[in-house]
Nanobody
Framework: QVQLVESGGGLAQSGGSLRLSCAAS????????MGWYRQAPGKERESVAL???????????DYSDSAKGRFTLSGDGAESTMYLQMNSLVPEDTAIYFC???????????????????WGQGTQVTVSL
C-alpha cells in the first residue's frame, strides 16, 4: 500500500506561483510512476505532470500542454516527497490537484486516471484575476 498526502494549495493571483508537495509513505519502492492530476469543477480529471520513478534512461517528466513551460515536477519518485512548482498561474489553473501513483504498467494508458491506483485527498488551487 502507498499513502499520498498533498499540501501547498491555496489562493494565488494571476501570474503568481504556488508549490505543491506530495508526501508518499508505505511501499514506495514498489511505485513505478508518480505524478499530478487536476480536476476543475464540471470537468474530468486530467494529468498535469507524470514521471517514471527511478528510470535513469527516461527521467524526464511528461507534462500536459497547459503545464509545459510553466510547471516543474521535481523529485523522481525515488524520494518520499514530490513537488510541483507552478509559475505564471492563470485562472484556468483553478482546480483540485491530486497526487497519484501506480505500481503497475499503465494498462489504460500512461496518462489515464485508470492506470493509477493510489491517490491523495487533493489540494485546492484557486487563481484569481
Amino acid at each position: 500500500q502507498v499513502q499520498l498526502v498533498e499540501s501547498g494549495g491555496g489562493l494565488a493571483q494571476s501570474g503568481g506561483s504556488l508549490r505543491l508537495s506530495c508526501a508518499a509513505s508505505g511501499s514506495i519502492v514498489s511505485v513505478r510512476t508518480m505524478g499530478w492530476y487536476r480536476q476543475a469543477p464540471g470537468k474530468e480529471r486530467e494529468s498535469v505532470a507524470l514521471i517514471i520513478r527511478g528510470d535513469a534512461t527516461n527521467s524526464a517528466a511528461d507534462y500536459s500542454d497547459s503545464a509545459k513551460g510553466r510547471f516543474t515536477l521535481s523529485g523522481d519518485g525515488a524520494e518520499s516527497t514530490m513537488y510541483l512548482q507552478m509559475n505564471s498561474l492563470v485562472p484556468e489553473d483553478t482546480a483540485i490537484y491530486f497526487c497519484a501513483a501506480t505500481t503497475g504498467t499503465w494498462s489504460w494508458g500512461f496518462r489515464s486516471t485508470r492506470s493509477y491506483e493510489y491517490w491523495g485527498q487533493g489540494t485546492q488551487v484557486t487563481v484569481s484575476l
